[in-house]
């Protein structure tokens, strides 16, 4: 089982332009969430897709969206991209949301720098 | 508000010392805390969840709901212990994470 695996893993992008980050999860796994770690920060929570509709959503404006697929991978897109977007951006995937063992498994990321 | 606080970004003790990383979290209700660590060009892994009462690569974490904490320790330091760790506190299965401590285990 490869785990999460996330694509690219860097990345290099103008200010104003546009990206699309993709993860697929781990096998059984049909919840993926999407965290943004910024330089000595830990990671924050931006939103999370579960039959393919996005379920929660944390503080990131609308710039950030995404989309989940019927095999459960998942794209994180981010518009009009400014320096301050420049980050790690993580995906976890989690077995159905209510299973009574909470975990997740994370990805090792993509690393966005926006120039 | 929901926050976890690692005090502390860089821990810096000798091989066989005792290790403490602080964590304090604020929350309404009953928590559900863990800590994750992440290895040198390695990714982010769960290390232990309070829930399971574990011990994993000798370290343990006791929730203590009066002062709000949930502090990983471990008696002996190893060298393959220098790490960042995170504290993570569930809410609404998403994960809110301290800011990390980067723990350096000197020989």
């Known amino acids: 089982d490869a785990g999460v695996t996330q694509s690219p893993t860097h990345l290099i992008k103008t200010r104003g332009q546009q990206v699309t980050l993709r993860c697929s999860p781990k096998?059984?796994?049909?919840?993926v969430s999407w965290y943004q770690q910024a330089l000595g920060q830990g990671p924050q929570f931006i939103f999370q897709?579960?039959?393919?509709?996005?379920?929660q959503r944390g503080n990131f404006p609308d710039r950030f969206s995404g989309h989940q697929f019927p095999n459960y991978s998942s794209e994180l897109n981010v518009n009009a991209l400014l320096l301050g977007d420049s980050a790690l951006y993580l995906c976890?995937?989690?077995?159905?949301?209510?299973?009574?063992?909470?975990?997740?498994?994370f990805g090792s990321g993509t690393r966005l720098t926006v120039v | 508000a929901q926050r976890v606080t690692q005090p502390e970004k860089l821990l810096s003790v000798f091989k066989g010392a005792p290790v403490e990383l602080k964590c304090n979290y604020s929350?309404?209700?009953?928590?559900?805390l863990f800590w994750y660590v992440q290895y040198s060009r390695q990714r982010l892994q769960l290390l232990l969840r309070?829930?399971s009462r574990e011990s994993i690569k000798g370290f343990t974490a006791d929730l203590n709901k009066g002062e709000t904490s949930f502090h990983l320790k471990k008696p002996f330091a190893q060298e393959e212990d220098s790490a960042m760790y995170y504290c993570?506190?569930?809410?609404?299965?998403?994960?809110?994470f301290g800011t990390g401590t980067r723990l350096q285990v000197f020989p």
């Open positions: 976890a995937s989690s077995p159905e949301v209510g299973t009574p063992i909470f975990g997740y498994t």
């Open positions: 096998s059984g796994h049909d919840t």
């Open positions: 897709y579960y039959e393919e509709e996005e379920r």
């Open positions: 929350y309404s209700g009953s928590p559900e």
């Open positions: 309070h829930i």
């Open positions: 993570a506190l569930r809410s609404s299965d998403k994960l809110i």
